[in-house]
């Protein structure tokens, strides 16, 4: 089992930024790592998309040169620096990590971006 808590989220103006946190535990992550992980959102009316993956350093077009991923592994914790938020960034965004069946996910965060 793995259990993912993110927080960070919250209201700002286009051009701010904000840093999503999502921290990890449990005994499927402690034999895995944060490997494989990343973060997801999911806007009103829309599909879940990736955002950006940890190991294959993958960024969704609309989001790269202003969001970073990155983790500490000493704080079981991954990390999701946002800068230049536009209000398209409006979305509720989860945290995911691989489990061996299937994807286990947190329980999503908030992260509204005002005009």
């Known amino acids: 089992q793995v259990q993912l808590v993110e927080s960070g989220g919250g209201l700002v103006h286009a051009g701010g930024s904000l840093r999503l946190s999502c921290v990890v535990s449990?005994?499927?992550?402690?034999?895995?790592?944060?490997?494989?992980m990343g973060w997801y959102r999911q806007a009103p009316g829309k599909e879940r998309e990736l955002v950006a993956n940890i190991s294959a350093t993958y960024y969704a077009d609309s989001v790269k040169g202003r969001f970073t991923i990155s983790r500490d592994n000493a704080k079981n914790t991954l990390y999701l620096q946002m800068n230049s938020l536009k209000p398209e960034d409006t979305a509720k965004y989860y945290c995911a990590a691989p489990g061996p069946v299937s994807t286990y996910w947190g329980q999503g965060i908030q992260v509204t971006v005002s005009s």
């Open positions: 449990g005994l499927w992550f402690e034999i895995k790592g944060m490997d494989g």
